[in-house]
Structure formats: C-alpha cells, structure tokens
C-alpha cells in the first residue's frame, strides 16, 4: 500500500510580510496617533480589500 506524502506550505511569512509592507506605508502618510491606529488596522485587514476590489473590478469587465 502506498502512503500519501503530503506538503503543506506555510503562509504565514508572505503575510507578515504583507503586514510589514502595508504598515510602513501606511503609517507613513499618518499624520497623529489615530491615524496611525487605523493605519494599523488597514494593514491587518489588506487582504480582505484587495479580494473585494478585485471581485469588484472583475464584475464591470
């Protein structure tokens, strides 16, 4: 009986990097310590935005 090798690839570093990415740019146009909260948030939550405005997008072709 053959046995199944199974691969799982991890992505977890391409989102922390993400994360990293998307934090230093938009903490760079925070102008006070709320903006930089939200900042935060967007870069948490990027994923989720470019799914929606892909869908969007790909809707209206």
């Known amino acids: 009986m053959k046995e199944k090798i199974q691969q799982h690839v ?3 570093p391409f989102y922390g ?3 990293i990415g ?3 740019y938009f903490i ?3 102008h006070g310590f709320w903006l ?3 900042g935060l948030l967007k ?3 990027w994923p989720a935005f470019l799914v929606y405005y ?3 997008y ?4």
């Open 28 to 30: 760079s146009y925070a």
């Open 10 to 12: 991890s992505t977890r």
């Open 58 to 61: 790909l809707t209206k072709i």
């Open 22 to 24: 998307a934090a230093v």
């Open 54 to 56: 892909l869908l969007e």
């Open 36 to 38: 930089v909260l939200l």
């Open 43 to 45: 870069a948490i939550f």
């Open 17 to 19: 990097l993400g994360f």
